[in-house]
């Protein structure tokens, strides 16, 4: 059967040596012993009244707990019942147990001693609140974590789509400086060199296209857009129509004819996907700017 605790010395100043609040129970619940750490929880919580509980009825305390503590005082005794009765041998329970002074949990633990006569159980709560809090520290810490690396994805899709944006824009920008000095510049330099200059003048405008081969020459390795596959003539004719210049201003401007500028038209309106389209290639152009 095992040392009686509420007989034997030893087992005794085993009880009261332990940090757990224990009392032993009998069949019906009634509280038979006490160690000292029950009795100081008592003394420090129930000042003026009887500290150790013998004989008070644990159960009977727990049907009747009213307010916040109710449901756990509920479940509480179901639980040392089914112990008593032999359904299980252990109960465990988890609760808060909130002070003036602060937070404390606790976990209650029912285990009917060895032996089936006289039913003994023995019930012990041991102050767990170094550990809920704890818990609740890293779940803070998790969260925060958490926050913290959402935070950061969406920084990091933010900054992709700045960095995307700033390509594409830079892809735009050298595809229109590459256009204009192929469309609006070489043609007129080309024509400067076929007029009658002085040697001078002539070095000076080699000078010149020589400069913008090199400024241009990064950009060509890189282009492939549809209109920087145009001739030189047609880029010539594409400027002239966004500037809203007509057919045949256009022909008196590049000393062709106005057939000739209309077939450039029709190049332009098939390269630029237009062609059977109702799109103005004038309004077409204005958009590309």
Same mark, same amino acid.
Request: net charge negative.
């Given at each position: ?5 509420? +007989?034997?010395?030893?087992? +005794? ?19 038979? &012993? %006490? ?17 150790d509980a013998v004989g008070s009825n644990y159960l009977g305390i727990c049907d009747h707990a009213d307010g916040d503590d109710?449901d756990d005082a509920i479940q509480v005794a179901a639980g040392i019942r089914r112990v008593i009765a032999g359904r299980v041998? &252990?109960?465990?329970? #988890? ?20 032996? #089936?006569?006289?039913?003994?159980? *023995? ?10 809090? %704890? ?5 803070? !810490?998790? =969260? @925060?974590?958490?926050?913290? &690396?959402? !935070? ?8 992709? *789509? ?11 920008? &050298?595809?229109? *400086? ?15 060199q076929t007029a009658r200059l002085k040697p001078r003048e002539r070095t000076l405008v080699e000078i010149v296209e020589t400069?913008?081969? #090199? ?8 282009? /492939? ?7 030189? =003539?047609?880029?010539?004719?594409? /400027? ?5 210049? !007509? +057919? ?9 004819? @106005? ?10 309106? @098939? ?19």
């Amino acid at each position: 059967m095992g040392i009686d605790p509420l +007989s034997d010395p030893l087992a +005794s100043a085993v009880l009261n040596s332990l940090s757990a609040h224990i009392a032993i129970l009998d069949a019906d619940g009634v509280i038979l &012993e %006490t160690n000292e750490a029950w009795r100081r929880f008592a003394n420090a919580n129930n000042p003026g009244e009887r500290i150790d509980a013998v004989g008070s009825n644990y159960l009977g305390i727990c049907d009747h707990a009213d307010g916040d503590d109710a449901d756990d005082a509920i479940q509480v005794a179901a639980g040392i019942r089914r112990v008593i009765a032999g359904r299980v041998r &252990e109960f465990v329970y #988890d609760y808060p147990c909130h002070a003036p002074d602060g937070k404390h949990w606790y976990y209650m633990r029912a285990i009917r001693m060895i032996g #089936d006569d006289p039913i003994r159980v *023995v019930v012990s709560h041991e102050d767990i609140t170094a550990l809920k809090l %704890t818990e609740e520290a890293l779940r803070g !810490s998790r =969260q @925060e974590i958490a926050e913290r &690396e959402k !935070s950061l994805e969406e920084a990091n899709i933010a900054l992709k *789509v700045l960095l995307k944006q700033r390509e594409q824009d830079k892809a735009e920008l &050298e595809r229109k *400086v590459l256009a204009n000095v192929k469309g609006l510049v070489f043609p007129y330099l080309e024509k400067l060199q076929t007029a009658r200059l002085k040697p001078r003048e002539r070095t000076l405008v080699e000078i010149v296209e020589t400069h913008l081969k #090199d400024i241009i020459s990064p950009f060509l390795q890189q282009m /492939a857009n549809a209109d920087l596959v145009l001739t030189p =003539q047609e880029m010539q004719v594409a /400027a002239l129509i966004r500037d809203g210049k !007509s +057919s045949k201003e256009i022909a008196s401007i590049l000393i062709v004819s @106005e057939a000739t500028v209309n077939f450039h038209r029709k190049n332009l309106r @098939e390269k630029f996907g237009l062609k059977n389209k109702r799109v103005n290639l004038r309004a077409y152009l204005l958009s590309m700017t």
